[in-house]
């Protein structure tokens, strides 16, 4: 079945760059997607990708795919004390009536220090 | 321009007891998403509507139903609750373009304690 893996904390300085990593199983997957979130809070949506891209930016956040890997990454550039939150990745693959239940990971707490 | 918006935000119920969850979607999204987020954990897909009819199921029990309005909003219905059913419960919303959907955008949740 579907199975989505990340590692579950990454510690970076403020400043640094930081690279979360997630590998996934499903080779049919077709949008891969980034989330983060705060304590108490939903989800925000951070970026995604569709499957037959490389990469792609938007501002500070860099995601790079590799499909052959089945592997997913989020460079987030100088890193800040805001940055601090869990960070999920999610895939999606279409059911025949075309319908998209996300498949996540358990998500990277991403610590920041000072 | 309304985000994602869910009712109530916390609620506490007993084992046995049945619960009614709401959300509304994003302006201009016409499919919702629900999932369950045990403590912990990543959210866990239970199930999408489309045009009132449930379109995707995940690997959740016939105790967890929803229903879908003419105007979007959806509700998750659980019955016979029981104790691990305590979790955060999170709706999202989506715009279903031809056979593609638009990325989903979620809300903050409902926080359901069972005792």
């Known amino acids: 079945g579907e199975d989505v893996e990340q590692s579950l904390f990454l510690s970076v300085r403020e400043g640094d760059s930081s690279v979360i990593n997630c590998t996934y199983t499903?080779?049919?997957?077709?949008?891969l997607y980034w989330y983060k979130q705060e304590p108490g809070a939903g989800l925000q949506l951070l970026t995604y990708?569709?499957?037959?891209?490389d990469m792609k930016q938007d501002q500070r956040l860099t995601v790079l795919l590799n499909k052959k890997d089945k592997h997913l990454s989020l460079r987030i550039a100088d890193t800040q004390t805001g940055d601090s939150a869990i960070y999920f990745c999610?895939?999606?693959?279409?059911?025949?009536?075309?319908?998209?239940?996300?498949?996540f990971g358990k998500g990277t707490h991403l610590i920041i220090q000072p | 321009d309304a985000g994602v918006t869910q009712s109530p935000t916390h609620l506490i119920k007993t084992r046995g007891q049945q619960v009614t969850l709401r959300c509304s979607p994003k302006?201009?999204?016409?499919?919702v998403s629900w999932y369950q987020q045990a403590l912990g954990q990543g959210p866990q897909f239970i199930f999408q509507?489309?045009?009132?009819?449930?379109?995707q199921r995940g690997n959740f029990p016939d105790r967890f139903s929803g229903h879908q309005f003419p105007n979007y909003s959806s509700e998750l219905n659980v019955n016979a609750l029981l104790l691990g059913d305590s979790a955060l419960y999170l709706c999202?919303?989506?715009?279903?373009?031809?056979?593609?959907?638009?990325?989903?955008?979620f809300g903050d949740g409902t926080r359901l304690s069972i005792l």
């Open positions: 999202a919303s989506s715009l279903r373009k031809g056979r593609s959907n638009q990325p989903q955008h």
């Open positions: 499903d080779s049919s997957s077709t949008y």
């Open positions: 990708i569709f499957s037959n891209m």
């Open positions: 999610a895939e999606s693959s279409y059911s025949g009536g075309g319908a998209d239940g996300l498949t």
């Open positions: 302006s201009g999204h016409d499919t």
């Open positions: 509507y489309y045009e009132e009819e449930e379109r």
